[in-house]
């Protein structure tokens, strides 16, 4: 009989792991750097003594970090990074740092050979927004494609209850929250049945998929080469569970990482960027202290792909795409407006999915919404 997720966490003992980590997420930045350094040699050395190459893959300022940081403990990993995804400023640091740029996926090819590659828009038109968060997305994306094969997992999402591999539970996570089943729920004909409403638009979690993490697995498959990743459980999103039980390095049986700074708070995370004096991109602003002692970027706090809007919902004013449009109104009109067409053939974008789930994005000075 298959092993239930129940049983598997208490087989690995998740309880008293996740315990673990979370003391060490709260020592002192000093201890959090030099655990940081020993996991990071760990990494290398079972690397070498496995025969694989390792290497950062690098987007915004956690992960510039980290390439720096590597380097300043001798780990002389190459960075891979499918750059023009990132702000314009990120693109220049990366270029400064040696960073490799990769394509993302290729699509199709012409008539001629030459490959056609995935883009911003074609992602969008073919699958749907990245909106809310990778997680409710990729929920979203089942109710609305149903099949046979998802059926269970679909009634999870609508109702909590899980089927046997969950424990045959109630009232589970699996559940999305009532406010974005009000909204996306009615995509399922079990949810519609619940008077949900089902949204006028796509949605799904595929973006890095096709346009980052296939590249750069497809790149590390070449080379032979297994990631050092950026990632941080304090961040949250549907890795940090994952982090929290599997530990800084992972050697599992289709994945292997190493995320030294797992355990670091963002403040952890801006402190060591000024002790190693990282290049901070222009989209960061600089790195400052508060009265209180508190660091900060002045402009975004994080970035990512200009059209990507998970988060978007929690973000204050000026959120990620009023910046955008000061730094690119050009670039900004065509993300509000002429993304993807309806079935009328009318052109839209950010602004529909942004006015269903309720997030301002209305012109300033008093304009109107288009």
Known sequence: MKENIMDRM??????????????????????KVKYATIRAREFAAECDRRGLDYHVSVGGLDSITLLLFLRSIHINAPG????????????????????????????????????????????????????????????????????????TVRHA?????????GGNRKNTRMKMSQKWLDKFGGADAEG??????????KVSAKCCYYLKERPCDLWAKEHNSVPYLGLMASEGGRRAKSLKINGCNYFGESTIRSAPF????????????LDLNVPVPEIYGTIERREDGTLYTT??????????????HIEKRPNRFDLLKDRNPKEYDRLMHRMTQDENG???????????????????EGGEKR
């Open 262 to 273: 797992a355990i670091f708070q963002r403040q952890d995370l801006l402190q060591l960027a």
């Open 192 to 201: 519609a049945a619940l008077g949900y409403a089902a949204a006028p638009f």
């Open 10 to 31: 208490e087989r690995i003992d998740a309880a008293r792991k996740i315990a673990d980590f979370q003391v060490k997420m709260q020592m002192p930045y000093d201890f």
């Open 299 to 312: 402009k975004a706090q994080r970035t990512g792909c200009s059209m990507c809007g998970f988060g978007i």
């Open 80 to 151: 891979i990074s499918v750059s023009f995804l990132e702000d314009v400023s990120i693109q220049r640091i990366h270029r400064q740092l040696g960073v490799e740029c990769l394509k993302p996926l290729i699509r199709d090819t012409r008539e001629d050979g030459s490959p056609i590659y995935w883009t911003k828009d074609s992602v969008i038109r073919e699958y749907g927004f990245p909106v809310l968060s990778k997680e409710i997305a990729a929920k979203i994306e089942l109710l609305q494609n149903p099949s046979e094969k998802n059926a």
């Open 346 to 364: 009318e052109w839209y974008g950010w602004g529909k999915v942004l006015d269903y789930i309720g997030v301002d994005w209305d012109e300033p």
């Open 157 to 165: 999402i609508i109702t909590g209850e899980t089927g046997a591999y």
